[in-house]
């Protein structure tokens, strides 16, 4: 499986960004798709994820900001980001799931990473 992100950028405090992946190749093992953030120093961390039973984690600090999306049909997973504050400034990854979650069979992929940076 192969990712493919885009719409990071600069934008100011309460901005807005939307994010989007598509995901290529084996697509028909993926059961969730998501983005998590890292910054530097730091472990990689979720933002959001959606399993294709329907079950959404999302972080607290995103909670009623930020709103994830997917097309199964099209592979495909979004994220909007709304009123964006300047810890939200972070290396956006998408990410696909195949296999079953909490498990060693359960297998994540990755895509490159996006610059996302809000300025005060």
């Known amino acids: 499986v192969q990712l493919q992100a885009s719409g990071g950028g600069l934008v100011q405090a309460g901005g807005s960004l939307r994010l989007s992946c598509v995901a290529s190749?084996?697509?028909?093992?993926?059961?969730?798709m998501g983005w998590y953030r890292q910054t530097p120093g730091n472990e990689r961390e979720l933002v959001a994820r959606l399993r294709d039973s329907g079950r959404m984690e999302i972080a607290e600090s995103v909670k009623g900001r930020f709103t994830i999306s997917r097309d199964n049909a099209e592979h495909t997973v979004d994220l909007q980001m709304n009123n964006l504050r300047v810890e939200d400034t972070a290396v956006y990854y998408c990410e696909a799931h195949s296999g079953p979650y909490a498990d060693p069979r359960g297998r994540d992929f990755w895509g490159q990473g996006t610059l996302v940076t809000v300025s005060s």
């Open positions: 190749g084996y697509t028909y093992m993926i059961n969730g």
